[in-house]
């Protein structure tokens, strides 16, 4: 098991950034695809954004795409979601995951087992 610690949330205002951060301990996070979910009151889970092991690959949700981009560095054991131009319809708790999922189930909250507990991103003028 990996334990999963995020940070870089935040009060910002429409159009700012925030760089969040997913930081693991106990092991690295070598090997693991990770990814960025979000949750905003009353709604379900999404998924937001997920990079493969290998860092190769990239993926991002509709909603995020041209805004945010995740990026990781395995030697800081941390993973990176980079939000730009940010919209009040952003503002979720921001929960990290890693696992090993197949391409196909990127975007599955079920293909991770290592869960942090979130940070919130609040997006209002």
């Known amino acids: 098991q990996v334990q999963l610690a995020e940070s870089g949330g935040g009060l910002v205002q429409p159009g700012d950034s925030l760089r969040l951060s997913c930081t693991a301990s106990?092991?690295?996070?070598?090997?693991?695809?990770v990814a960025w979910f979000r949750q905003a009151p009353g709604k379900e889970r999404e998924f937001v954004a997920g990079?493969?092991?290998?860092?190769?690959?990239?993926y991002l949700s509709d909603p995020v795409k041209g805004r945010f981009t995740i990026s990781r560095d395995n030697a800081r054991r941390t993973v990176y979601l980079q939000m730009n131009s940010l919209k009040p319809e952003d503002t979720a708790v921001y929960l990290c995951?890693?696992?090993?999922?197949?391409?196909?189930?990127?975007?599955?909250?079920?293909?991770?087992?290592?869960w942090g507990q979130g940070t919130q991103v609040t997006v209002s003028s």
């Open positions: 990079i493969r092991a290998s860092g190769s690959n990239t």
């Open positions: 995951a890693a696992g090993t999922p197949i391409l196909s189930t990127m975007t599955l909250s079920s293909a991770y087992n290592n």
């Open positions: 106990g092991r690295t996070l070598s090997g693991y695809g």
